[in-house]
């Protein structure tokens, strides 16, 4: 399977705003459920945001509104637009992706994961 690739990490004041991408096959960006995780610091992974093959969406409660998850088809890229960052958003930031039925925010569907991009957002 191919793994996907993220970039787009950095370092943000709070408040500013960073966008990610994730690279993956055609057939990955048209035919997989797909979401970005996030390890911080000394804590466990957590799921920041799943998108299924309809479009549909899942984000954690704390990034709803200031995170926008999204497809570029043509790119064969899942994009994460962060905005309003806060020192509490640092971590590695992953992106996994599966084809499994169903799409719900459960690490232990995603088979594919790939390396992670750091973000760091200081105060």
């Known amino acids: 399977q191919w793994q996907p690739e993220e970039s787009g990490g950095g370092s943000v004041q709070a408040g500013g705003s960073l966008r990610l991408s994730c690279a993956v096959t055609?057939?990955?960006?048209?035919?997989?459920?797909m979401g970005w995780f996030r390890q911080a610091p000394e804590k466990e992974r957590e799921g920041v945001v799943i998108?299924?093959?309809?479009?549909?969406?899942e984000y954690a409660d704390s990034v709803k509104g200031r995170f926008t998850v999204s497809r570029d088809n043509a790119k064969n890229t899942l994009l994460l637009q962060m905005n309003s960052l806060k020192p509490e958003d640092t971590g590695m930031y992953y992106c996994?992706?599966?084809?499994?039925?169903?799409?719900?925010?459960?690490?232990?569907?995603?088979?594919?994961w790939g390396q992670g991009t750091q973000v760091t957002v200081f105060s």
């Open positions: 055609t057939y990955a960006i048209n035919y997989s459920c």
């Open positions: 996994a992706y599966h084809y499994s039925r169903g799409c719900q925010m459960v690490q232990l569907d995603f088979p594919n």
């Open positions: 998108m299924g093959v309809d479009g549909s969406t």
